[in-house]
C-alpha cells in the first residue's frame, strides 16, 4: 500500500479473527490504523490477525467479546477502553466497522423464533448498541461503516431471517447518517456479494457451488476479502468524507 491514508487513525473492526473482518483489519493496518481486532471466541485466529498485521509493518491488538447482547456490548468496551488507554492514553477512536456476522442455513419455512433471535442479537443489536455505547468514544470527523449484504438488493429467499438483519442494518445506516452527520462522522453500509469465507467455503468450494457464484458476478469471479476491504478502506478514508448514508454494493456486479 502506498498511501498512508488512516495514518495516526484508530480503528475497531468487530469479527476480525477471520473472513472479510481479517481483510478489513489487514488493509486498514496497511494504510497506518492502529487496528483493534475483535473476535467472538476465536482468540488463536485473531492472535493470528494481529501477527499477520505486525509483518506486514502494522500495529493492532485483539480483543474478545461475544457480541449477542447489551452485556456483550458493555464487556468490549470495557476491555476497548482499557487497552485504549494503555496504547493510546486516551479511550478515543476515530473509526468502527460493524462486521461481526452470523448467517444461516435455515430456509423461512425451517426458521425456528430460537435462530430469528439469535441472528437479530448478532446482526442488528450488537451493532445497535455498539454504536449507542460509543457516541463518545468516536472522535468527531469519525467514520461507521456497517457490514451489510447484496442480499438487500438481490431477491434471495433461501435465508429470509438473514436478508430481513441486512435490510435493518440498511436502515440503521441510513438514520445514523442523519443524526451524526453535525459531527463529521460518515456512516455508510458496504454490501458484499458472495465471498470466499469460512460462512461459504463448504458449498463454495464444490465445482457446481463455484460455478453458481462465479456465474453471479458480471465480473466472471468469486469475492475476496480484500474486494470487500478495499471498499471499506476508500470510505473510511479522509477520501471518503463526502460520502454517508449510502449502500455500497460490493457484489462486482452480481444479478445486474
Ligand atoms: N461471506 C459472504 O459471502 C458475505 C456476503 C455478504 C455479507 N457478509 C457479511 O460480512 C460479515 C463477515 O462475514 P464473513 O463471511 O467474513 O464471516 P466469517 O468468516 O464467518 O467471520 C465472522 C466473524 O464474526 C465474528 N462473530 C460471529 N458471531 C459472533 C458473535 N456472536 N460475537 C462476536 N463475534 C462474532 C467471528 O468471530 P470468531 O472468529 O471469534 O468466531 C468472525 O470474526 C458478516 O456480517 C456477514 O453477514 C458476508
Request: no cysteine; net charge negative; proline share 3%.
Amino acid at each position: 500500500m502506498n498511501r498512508k491514508r488512516s495514518e495516526g487513525r484508530i480503528a475497531v473492526v468487530t469479527g476480525a479473527s477471520r473472513g472479510i473482518g481479517r481483510g478489513i483489519a489487514m488493509r486498514l493496518a496497511a494504510e497506518g490504523a492502529l487496528v483493534v481486532v475483535h473476535y467472538g471466541t476465536r482468540q488463536d485466529a485473531a492472535e493470528e490477525t494481529v501477527a499477520m498485521i505486525e509483518e506486514a509493518g502494522g500495529t493492532a491488538f485483539a480483543v474478545g467479546a461475544e457480541l449477542d447482547s447489551l452485556d456483550g456490548v458493555n464487556r468490549l468496551l470495557r476491555i476497548l477502553d482499557e487497552e485504549l488507554i494503555r496504547w493510546t492514553g486516551i479511550n478515543q477512536f476515530d473509526i468502527l466497522v460493524n462486521n461481526a456476522g452470523i448467517g444461516t442455513s435455515s430456509s423461512f419455512e425451517q426458521t425456528s423464533e430460537e435462530d430469528f433471535d439469535q441472528l437479530f442479537a448478532v446482526n442488528v443489536k450488537a451493532p445497535f448498541f455498539l454504536v449507542q455505547q460509543s457516541l463518545g468514544r468516536l472522535r468527531d470527523g469519525g467514520r461507521i461503516i456497517n457490514i451489510s449484504s447484496g442480499v438487500t438488493r438481490i431477491a434471495y429467499p433461501h435465508i429470509m431471517a438473514y436478508n430481513l438483519t441486512k435490510g435493518a442494518l440498511n436502515t440503521f445506516t441510513l438514520h445514523l447518517a442523519q443524526l451524526l452527520g453535525p459531527r463529521g462522522i460518515t456512516v455508510n453500509a458496504v454490501m458484499p456479494g458472495i465471498t470466499d469465507t469460512d460462512v461459504n467455503a463448504a458449498w463454495l468450494h464444490t465445482p457446481d457451488g463455484h460455478k453458481f457464484a462465479v456465474e453471479m458476478s458480471a465480473l466472471g469471479r468469486v469475492g475476496e476479502p480484500s474486494d470487500i476491504a478495499d471498499i471499506v478502506a476508500f470510505t473510511a478514508s479522509p477520501d471518503g468524507r463526502w460520502i454517508t448514508g449510502q449502500m455500497i454494493d460490493a457484489t462486482g456486479g452480481s444479478h445486474l
